[in-house]
């Protein structure tokens, strides 16, 4: 064994384990680190804010299925990261915090931005970890990989001591590799009894969540859902899962990221084969109308997962993968493939009738118009990313998705400002793929400056912002408690010019204020974004008030509730 920088030993590790790029901001107690990167196959940018490097390495993890990396220093670098941490900890995205930190003899006299920064990871990480000694170095990193990956996946947080940093360690690269990590089977008794309850249940659905895609398991959740003939709905974070555009698909339930027709399709199914889906709120809503009627399998490789929103009728814990292939060929052996019955035939019914309208032709622009436009121009294999606020719902209402990890959106923690940064972490891992951002006014503004990283390092990007010029959310999340916004917003009134902000970036911009200017605006910064090789902005100016998540417009009451015509009719074949 030869006696190494125990950093240069930790690099080592990352190029092992497949890391290619990281995302960072160097500062004096992380400089032994990157010392070691310097000589490395390891590509380092470098961003302006320690979130936007962990939503750029959070992009980039989405599209590989790989652990991304981000490296700060002591202090406010890791204090900085914690959105980042906790946005990856709530979507199960498999992630790497490199902090930096003072001298371990200083921690304890509050040293020069020296701060508790494991403490503070821990709640929003799988494991948050200081190393103690330069001999644990690879190691430390090592079994930081194989939990990121393992069982639910998620992000870790590594606090490097300097002193420990410049330490040695024996390490041989040729005698090391990636630690394994568990598949977790299904027991076959616990296939077969989920295979029986499928089988006797006259309207089923199949529920694919978030773990579908994780798992790689896309193949296997069609082949099980064409064997069985049994339509597939899919939450936020499924969204890619199965092909909108299959024959099967029965659309997307929930209280805002949803379809009319998804909505009455769940409310009339019979029993739910819920898939990598953890039964969130958005999704659920009222949960004695969500489960009324209809009977549970839940299907989680986390056994704590099941049961921890309702109790299922039965819980299977599993890797998805393997439990969707086992139950396809406990199927096949069953009999051979079925034929659509009427319970299909229905939901596509459902699917061609209750749509909701998006050729608006209004001044100003009608939201809705928007996503139509997206949709028709942008090819299938388009790689969207979106965060939170209306355009979030307005995407999950009206956004079409053919293709796993192609359409990325931060689910559950919803930080502001994740799009930028994001696009660019997914564009960097797949340069050939076309990548479009789709933001609002307000959360662009949370980490603009990460476009001057995007434009520094030529990444070429479209972001399409939805702009009301409203702070749309957050009124009419009012509307409901009669606050008659109480806090004083003054948002919209001589705000920020974004397309002259994306030029002080050397960025090209449009703003568009009529419908049918849309498509040309849409060709052109495609266009602009790979000749320039630039992240290119356009800015849809739609109409102020135009609700989609919260008051009396949404009917959200409305689209609950069941179609009599449905609970009444014969669903035998």
């Known amino acids: 064994m030869t006696r190494v920088p125990c950093m240069e030993a930790v690099v080592k590790v990352l190029e092992s384990e497949g890391v290619d790029t990281v995302f960072g901001i160097p500062g004096a107690a992380i400089l032994p680190l990157y010392a070691a990167l310097q000589n490395s196959s390891i590509r ?20 590989t299925g790989n652990v991304g990396i ?6 406010p670098a890791g204090t900085n990261m914690i959105t980042g941490l906790y946005t990856a900890m709530a979507d199960s995205i498999p992630m790497i915090c490199i902090t930096g930190q003072a001298e371990t003899s200083k921690l304890h006299q509050e040293a020069f931005q020296a701060v508790d920064i494991v403490e503070i990871a821990r ?3 799988k494991w948050a970890v200081q190393l103690k000694e330069p001999a644990q170095a690879p190691w430390v990193f090592r079994e930081a990989f194989r939990i990121a990956r393992s069982g639910r996946p998620g992000p870790v947080l590594i606090d490097l001591p ?25 027991l076959p008794q616990a296939v077969r009894a989920a295979l029986d309850m499928v089988e006797q249940a006259k309207r089923p659905i199949i529920l694919a969540g978030g773990g579908v895609i994780n798992a790689d398991a896309c193949d296997e959740l069609r082949s099980l859902a064409e064997h069985l003939q049994v339509p597939v709905q899919v939450t936020l974070m499924g969204k890619g899962a199965f092909p909108e555009d299959h024959p099967l698909f029965a659309g997307m339930a929930g209280i805002q990221t949803q379809t009319r027709w998804g909505n009455a399709a769940f409310l009339e199914s019979d029993l739910v084969l819920a898939v990598g889906a953890r039964f969130g709120d958005r999704h659920t809503g009222n949960l004695d109308v969500y489960r ?7 299907v989680d490789i986390d056994p704590l997962q099941i049961g921890r929103v309702f109790e299922p009728d039965l819980g299977v814990v599993g890797h998805a993968r393997p439990v969707l292939a086992q139950l396809r060929d406990e199927a096949r052996r069953r009999g051979g493939p079925r034929e659509p019955g009427k319970w299909v035939r229905k939901v596509g019914e459902l699917r061609s009738t209750l749509l909701r309208r998006d050729d608006f032709d209004d001044v100003p622009i009608k939201p809705p118009r928007v996503f139509k436009e997206l949709n028709e121009y942008f090819p299938r294999d388009t790689t969207f990313v979106t965060a939170i606020g209306l355009y979030q719902i307005w995407s999950g209402q009206f956004q079409t998705t053919y293709l796993p990890r192609r359409y990325l959106v931060c689910g559950q923690a919803g930080p502001l400002g994740w799009e930028v940064p994001a696009a660019m972490g997914v564009k960097i891992a797949h340069p050939e793929r076309q990548v479009v951002a789709v933001c609002g006014d307000y959360s662009f503004q ?4 990460e476009v001057a990283v995007a434009a520094q390092y030529r990444i070429p990007f479209v972001i399409v912002m939805v702009n009301n010029e409203y702070l749309g959310l957050i009124r009419q999340a009012e509307l409901p408690y009669g606050m008659n916004y109480a806090v004083d917003l003054h948002y919209g009134e001589g705000g920020i010019d974004h397309v002259k902000a994306m030029e002080a970036f050397g960025c090209p911009a ?4 009529l419908p049918g200017d849309i498509r040309d605006a849409l060709a052109w910064a495609s266009a602009e974004a790979e000749r320039e090789r630039l992240p290119v902005l356009v800015e849809v100016m739609v109409e102020r008030e135009a609700n ?6 949404l009917e959200a009451v409305k689209e609950f509730e069941p179609l009599p015509e449905l609970i009444t009719a014969d669903w035998s074949d």
């Open 44 to 63: 380092h940018v470098t961003v302006r804010h320690e979130e936007g490097g962990t939503h750029a390495a959070d992009g980039w993890a989405r599209v």
């Open 70 to 75: 981000c490296i700060g220093t002591s202090g």
């Open 123 to 125: 709640p929003v990480t």
């Open 162 to 186: 300097i002193d420990v940093q410049r330490g040695t360690c024996l390490y041989d690269p040729a005698l090391d590799g990636p630690l394994p990590v568990e598949v977790p089977e299904p």
């Open 292 to 298: 009324r009627d209809r009977r549970f399998i839940h």
């Open 446 to 449: 949370f980490l603009m400056e």
């Open 510 to 513: 449009r703003r568009v204020e």
């Open 548 to 553: 989609a998540a919260m008051g009396p417009s």
